[in-house]
């Protein structure tokens, strides 16, 4: 063992400021060590199975001499019990060196199911992880999926949001927003830094346009009112349950999410109400919707099988697909979406009746008014409601022939 040097006070370490290895006393082999930078730092002395050690016990004044002796006590205890404290740290400093390597080599999308995991307890429902899913399942997953996080660059992303940046420029801008996020955990959990391929600030702006300048968020394109009559002929003469889909969104204002997802026990046929409830709505509030006569005969036409309590199902008796009523408009020739048909429900609601806009608003289950005014007003004004949305239906089947109503 070491010798014991005389023991030195705090303020006779502060005064080593010459260059060499001062023995500090109290603890066998320890010592300050001063560089000819100037820079201080504490070491332990120790010889361990024969062999010479020199551990580390961080830099001064960091480190005061009190926080030395406490440290290198321990590693003399650990060294007593048979203990190897410089191959420790080694094999814990190997450990983490290897998990973050297994990290670094995790492909985007093991990455993206990590960050999903992370983070689903705090999103506020169920809905938004499934758009996190779905989004990067289409567009983003085919071209980085089982590529490497590390791997990918400015030209994947690129590949990526080009096809839709001009057309599809919101789920665009989700999208690149979810790959950054992804990115940017797993550069968080591997200790990495540098240029995150789909930042946009300083990155990705230079190679697209604004996406404001593209295309005004939040407007989705609409039928005319005066159009709407005549394309309801038509769609009516479409066959399956896709254009019955639509036919049913248009008939009760809804969105394309809500009509996709209903189930037969939503819908109560006696008492003509279709009832959503609040984990399938925007808004989470439960909302009651009124079936007119045409929505409820629209029903009763649709088939119900025991592999599914879907209400509109695919030909393999699953959910209807998202693209499944867009693609009718496509068909069809319309320049519109499917989500376009509430504001010409709206437009048609407000130019062309005299209902309040309260009853056309929370036909739409939008919020109406402000936190106080909300907290008043608690019913769902349904019996008005009704009444607008049979007058909705009948002004939907002004274009019909008399025999077809």
Same mark, same amino acid.
């Not at 500090?24 to 010889?47: E, F, I, N």
């Not at 009190?66 to 404290?85: C, H, Q, S, V, W």
């Given at each position: 063992?070491?010798?014991?040097?005389?023991?030195?006070?705090?303020?006779?370490?502060?005064?080593?400021?010459?260059?060499?290895?001062?023995?500090?006393?109290?603890?066998?082999?320890?010592?300050?060590?001063?560089?000819?930078?100037?820079?201080?730092?504490?070491?332990?002395?120790?010889?361990?199975?024969?062999?010479?050690?020199?551990?580390?016990?961080?830099?001064?004044?960091?480190?005061?001499?009190?926080? /030395?002796?406490?440290?290198?006590?321990?590693?003399?205890?650990?060294?007593?019990?048979?203990?190897?404290?410089? !191959?420790?740290?080694?094999?814990?400093?190997?450990?983490?060196?290897?998990?973050?390597? !297994?990290?670094?080599?995790?492909?985007?999308?093991?990455?993206?199911?990590?960050?999903?995991?992370?983070?689903?307890?705090?999103?506020?429902?169920?809905?938004?992880? /499934?758009?996190?899913?779905?989004?990067?399942?289409?567009?983003?997953?085919?071209?980085?999926?089982?590529?490497?996080?590390? !791997?990918?660059?400015?030209?994947?992303?690129?590949?990526?949001?080009?096809?839709?940046?001009?057309?599809?420029?919101?789920?665009?801008?989700?999208?690149?927003?979810?790959?950054?996020?992804?990115?940017?955990? *797993?550069?968080?959990?591997?200790?990495?830094?540098?240029?995150?391929?789909?930042?946009?600030?300083?990155?990705?702006?230079?190679?697209?346009?604004?996406?404001?300048?593209?295309?005004?968020?939040?407007?989705?394109?609409?039928?005319?009112?005066?159009?709407?009559?005549?394309?309801?002929?038509?769609?009516?003469?479409?066959?399956?349950? /896709?254009?019955?889909?639509?036919?049913?969104?248009?008939?009760?204002?809804?969105?394309?999410?809500?009509?996709?997802?209903?189930?037969?026990?939503?819908?109560?046929?006696?008492?003509?109400?279709?009832?959503?409830?609040? !984990?399938?709505?925007?808004?989470?509030?439960?909302?009651?919707?009124?079936?007119? *006569?045409?929505?409820?005969?629209?029903?009763?036409?649709?088939?119900?099988?025991?592999?599914?309590?879907?209400?509109?199902?695919?030909?393999?008796?699953?959910?209807? *697909?998202?693209?499944?009523?867009?693609?009718?408009?496509?068909?069809?020739?319309?320049?519109?979406?499917?989500?376009?048909?509430?504001?010409?429900?709206?437009?048609?609601?407000?130019?062309?009746?005299?209902?309040?806009?309260?009853?056309?608003?929370?036909?739409?289950?939008?919020?109406?008014?402000?936190?106080?005014?909300?907290?008043?007003?608690?019913?769902?004004?349904?019996?008005?409601?009704?009444?607008?949305?049979?007058?909705?239906?009948?002004?939907?089947?002004?274009?019909?022939?008399?025999?077809?109503?």
């Amino acid at each position: 063992m070491p010798r014991i040097a005389k023991e030195l006070r705090a303020l006779e370490v502060e005064r080593l400021k010459t260059p060499g290895t001062w023995s500090v006393g109290t603890v066998p082999g320890l010592y300050l060590q001063v560089k000819d930078s100037g820079a201080r730092s504490w070491v332990l002395r120790a010889s361990i199975g024969g062999r010479r050690r020199e551990m580390g016990l961080g830099g001064y004044p960091a480190v005061k001499l009190a926080g /030395a002796i406490e440290r290198a006590r321990k590693e003399r205890l650990a060294i007593d019990e048979g203990i190897d404290p410089v !191959e420790l740290r080694a094999r814990a400093q190997a450990s983490i060196r290897n998990e973050a390597a !297994e990290r670094i080599r995790n492909t985007f999308k093991e990455a993206a199911a990590d960050y999903i995991k992370a983070h689903r307890a705090g999103w506020k429902n169920a809905k938004h992880a /499934a758009q996190w899913e779905s989004t990067l399942t289409e567009y983003a997953f085919p071209v980085i999926g089982n590529k490497v996080v590390w !791997e990918i660059t400015n030209q994947d992303v690129l590949a990526i949001l080009d096809p839709i940046w001009t057309t599809k420029t919101e789920t665009a801008n989700r999208v690149r927003n979810r790959i950054e996020l992804v990115i940017a955990s *797993s550069m968080v959990r591997a200790g990495r830094t540098g240029q995150n391929p789909a930042r946009w600030r300083g990155n990705l702006q230079m190679m697209l346009p604004k996406p404001t300048k593209v295309t005004k968020k939040g407007h989705f394109e609409a039928l005319p009112v005066h159009e709407v009559g005549g394309f309801m002929v038509r769609l009516r003469t479409a066959k399956g349950v /896709a254009a019955r889909a639509m036919e049913f969104t248009i008939l009760t204002a809804t969105r394309t999410t809500e009509v996709r997802g209903a189930i037969w026990g939503e819908i109560d046929f006696e008492n003509a109400c279709w009832t959503i409830p609040a !984990e399938r709505m925007k808004a989470e509030r439960e909302h009651r919707v009124p079936l007119t *006569s045409e929505a409820i005969d629209l029903l009763k036409t649709l088939p119900r099988g025991a592999a599914t309590d879907a209400v509109f199902r695919s030909p393999r008796g699953e959910q209807l *697909s998202g693209m499944a009523m867009l693609m009718i408009l496509r068909r069809m020739g319309v320049d519109a979406t499917v989500h376009g048909f509430r504001s010409t429900f709206r437009d048609w609601a407000g130019e062309l009746t005299a209902y309040p806009r309260e009853v056309a608003e929370l036909a739409l289950a939008h919020r109406v008014g402000d936190a106080t005014e909300g907290a008043y007003a608690r019913g769902d004004l349904f019996v008005k409601r009704r009444n607008l949305m049979a007058d909705w239906a009948g002004f939907l089947n002004a274009d019909l022939p008399p025999s077809a109503r």
